[in-house]
């Protein structure tokens, strides 16, 4: 059975951090490219940050996260990490986790990725 899942989530204050993490069943981690998307309450799904599949791991990152946010991977263990710094009341979403066959150095269209995760809700307070 195909899975993604996230994890990690959880309710802080400003400033503080948070690292969430995604893994995956039924499909071959090395062979995708990964992105972190976000849904605030009542919002669109943005994308976050993004991976590419080689293992050096050229990213992505959406201009209101970049120099906060940070995405790795371990291509041994197949888990892909979104360490989030420095958090602010806006980045309160829910957060997907979502594989893709190709990796757009400029953006993360949604079209481009194939499996996604159920998603794990971040909380920021003031």
């Known amino acids: 059975v195909l899975q993604v899942v996230e994890s990690g989530g959880g309710s802080v204050q400003a400033g503080e951090s948070l690292t969430l993490s995604c893994t995956s069943s039924g499909l071959t981690f090395s062979y995708y490219s990964w992105g972190w998307f976000r849904q605030p309450p009542g919002k669109q799904r943005e994308g976050v940050a993004g991976?590419?599949?080689?293992?050096?791991?050229?990213?992505f990152y959406a201009d209101s996260v970049k120099g906060r946010f940070t995405i790795s991977k371990d291509q041994n263990r197949g888990i892909v990490y979104l360490r989030m710094d420095n958090l602010k009341p806006e980045d309160t979403a829910t957060y997907f986790c979502a594989a893709a066959e190709v990796f757009d150095r400029n953006g993360l269209p949604p079209g481009n990725f194939l499996y996604w995760g159920q998603g794990t809700q971040v909380a920021v307070s003031s």
């Open positions: 991976i590419d599949r080689f293992d050096r791991g050229t990213a």
